[in-house]
């Protein structure tokens, strides 16, 4: 049997499910009707999530060049990292 950490000579791992995407993710469609506005999709955001969001959006517009890493533990962002780049040219 194929065991996961140490795994066994001559074995392969179970196969894995083909999804292209995860479940929880329906796929981009161009439909109008089907995908919420803006401000609908925000109307469902917990406090928590709006502060994450208000977070992200004062760090993309301070920065000018750089990256914004968000770190999600158990479907909660738990940190917010950026990284400022300075273009010396």
């Not at 999530?49 to 962002?77: C, P, S």
């Amino acid at each position: 049997m194929w065991d996961p950490v140490y795994g066994s000579p001559g074995a392969s791992p179970p196969p894995r499910p083909r999804t292209r995407f995860p479940l929880s993710i329906a796929p981009v469609t161009d439909d109008a009707t089907s995908t919420p506005t803006t401000d609908e999709q925000l109307a469902h955001l917990s406090p928590e999530e709006r502060d994450v969001l208000a977070k992200v959006t004062e760090i993309v517009r301070r920065i000018q060049f750089g990256t914004v890493v968000l770190v999600i533990q158990d479907g909660k962002v738990v940190q917010i990292e950026m990284a400022e780049k300075f273009r010396l040219r």
